[in-house]
């Protein structure tokens, strides 16, 4: 028998890491185990996000965002710089480098805080065993505790087998060397539009496939259109309503196959995305013995404090239900490593935001105007738009809304919705304030510096009662 930690973590993604790093401040003996290995062999920590994820995928989305500024409107504002054209190789290289800078951060960090770093698989032999295997060695470590953040991996359907260098995923998208003249996207969710608009403004022709009728169903509808309106503008060919049912290639292009209202369609793409969704990892990660319980679905069952059906075992993060977000997997680490060291902790599922890092970025947290008359809650709401926000236009990025939904009665913020020049910053005012239990006038009562962009957050709050300055339709102040 090897070593006894108070805590073993399975997986060193934002879940696992977090877990991981918490638990040791917290003066548990800790270690993480983590399977990753790069392209040069080497364990790396930081899982999906760090490796194939956020991080990589926001490096591209900037490098590609910067071009396009560049290319079509530094003009406009009086730059002239000539011929912009794109280093697609030197994107990559940038790319990898932040990988690398981020990724080292993590073993830094585990140094620093006195994690044990597990190289290997792990596998939960029973509620106080693991056993971590690498190249045929295997060792089997105690402990009081484990938590299991194996994370989550990207779908894959039927009609579109992934096939080398012409049908990817999301992985396989960020490592294209060149940009590809006709590129299809399967899937209008977060991941499908940030990755078709990498590509998009690298240069493809982007056409995305979505089974579903309505656009982001996720995001307030007049957020979701608008969201639509402006990637439409920028070039990305989205088809609502068109479920994928086969493909075929031929070693250089890809025909696929869908249907829609008009009937059975087809189109040739030089390279297809696969974006429909993840699925929980749990492969090989539960021995006979383990007695852990998945849910129908295949996510590892917990309850509201990530408490597995096991006493001891706690799972975090894509591997169980609610959104696949880095910060929900962190969040729940934090939560976990306090709970077992003793610590009341919980986490508030209502205000985990989300962001998806188009331009302009789109942004949400809480409830939609949809939800709320689905769900019979009597709201008012409060609309306003970047074009009328001074710092927006002197920033030449007008695009966009703020949206707040609030209760009718009580005035508390039930949701905040975004679109607009750094949306994903902004809406953490709409996640405090949900913290906080604020109310829409809390927001409008708060003085903003000016001129910034989180001033439409604040004439949004205004609006709520009709009383935005910046606009002209107000109501009457009572
Ligand atoms: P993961 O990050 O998947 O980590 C799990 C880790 O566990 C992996 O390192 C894996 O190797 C390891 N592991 C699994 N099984 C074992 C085992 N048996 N033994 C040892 N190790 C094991 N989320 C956001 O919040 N913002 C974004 O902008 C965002 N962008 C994304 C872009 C893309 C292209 C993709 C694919 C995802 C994106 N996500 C984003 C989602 C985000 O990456 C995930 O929600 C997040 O990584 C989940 O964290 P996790 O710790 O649960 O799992
Ligand atoms: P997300 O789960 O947010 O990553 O989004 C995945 C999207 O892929 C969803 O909007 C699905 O409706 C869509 N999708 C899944 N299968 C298909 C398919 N066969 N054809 C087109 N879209 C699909």
Redesign the pocket.
């Known amino acids: 028998m090897a070593d006894k930690f108070d805590v073993i973590v ?9 877990a991981a790093i918490r638990a040791a401040q917290l003066g548990l003996k800790t270690a993480c ?4 290995v790069n392209k040069e062999g080497k364990t ?15 490096a591209l989305l900037e490098s590609s965002h910067k071009f396009v500024e560049a290319r079509d409107h530094f003009a406009e504002v009086g730059i002239n710089v000539g011929d912009v054209s794109a280093d697609i190789p030197k994107m990559l290289e940038f790319k990898n480098q932040v990988i690398a800078k981020n990724v080292g951060g993590i073993s830094a960090l585990f140094k620093a805080n006195g994690v044990t770093a597990l190289e ?4 939960v032999l029973s509620s106080k065993q693991v056993e ?1 295997s690498k190249d045929g060695d295997k060792a089997v470590y105690e402990a009081e505790h484990i938590v ?7 779908v894959e359907i039927p009609p579109t087998p992934l096939t080398e260098g012409l049908i990817v ?3 396989g ?2 490592e294209f060397e060149e940009t590809p003249k006709r590129l299809g996207v399967i899937g209008a969710g ?2 499908g539009l ?2 078709g608009s990498v590509w998009s403004r690298l240069g493809s022709e982007v056409t995305v496939l979505e089974a579903m009728d309505s656009f982001l169903p996720m995001v307030d509808s007049a957020i979701a259109k608008e969201t639509q309106k402006l990637l439409k503008k920028q070039g990305l060919d989205i088809k609502m309503g068109a479920r994928v049912t086969g493909s075929e290639t031929n070693g250089k292009e890809v025909t696929v196959k869908y249907t829609d209202a008009k009937g059975e369609q087809e189109q040739v793409f030089d390279k297809l995305i696969v ?1 429909v969704g ?1 699925r929980p ?5 539960l021995g006979e013995d383990a007695g852990v319980k998945l849910d129908e679905r295949g996510f590892i069952f917990v309850d509201d404090q990530c408490r597995t059906s096991v006493p001891g075992v706690y799972a ?5 239900r609610g ?8 969040e ?2 934090v939560m976990v490593a306090d709970i077992i060291a003793g610590h009341k902790a919980e986490m508030n599922y209502d205000a985990i935001p ?4 188009t331009s302009p970025e789109v942004a949400w947290v809480g409830i939609t105007e949809q939800d709320a008359k689905a769900a019979g809650i009597e709201i008012k709401t409060g609309s306003f738009p970047f074009s009328a926000n001074g710092r927006a236009l002197a920033n030449h990025a007008s695009e966009g809304m703020a949206k707040i939904i609030a209760d009718a009665e009580t005035d508390r913020i039930l949701g905040m919705h975004i679109v607009g020049q750094h949306a994903g910053e902004l809406i953490a005012q709409g996640v405090i304030a949900m913290e906080f239990g604020s109310s829409a006038e809390d927001l409008a009562l708060t003085c903003y510096a000016h001129p910034t962009t989180a001033e439409a957050v604040h004439e949004a709050a205004l609006a709520v009662d009709g009383h935005a300055i910046h606009m002209a339709n107000r109501k009457k102040r009572k």
């Open positions: 399975i997986g060193a993604g934002p879940g696992g890491y977090v185990v983590e399977k990753w790396v920590h930081g899982g999906t996000c760090l490796n194939v994820g956020c991080i990589p995928s926001k290997g698989a792990g596998k971590v299991i953040a194996s994370g989550s991996v990207p995923d999301s992985t998208a960020l977060v991941i940030e990755l974006c993840r990892y749990t492969q090989g990660l975090i993060g894509d591997c169980v959104p696949m977000l880095a910060h929900k997997a962190s729940e680490g989300s962001v998806i890092y």
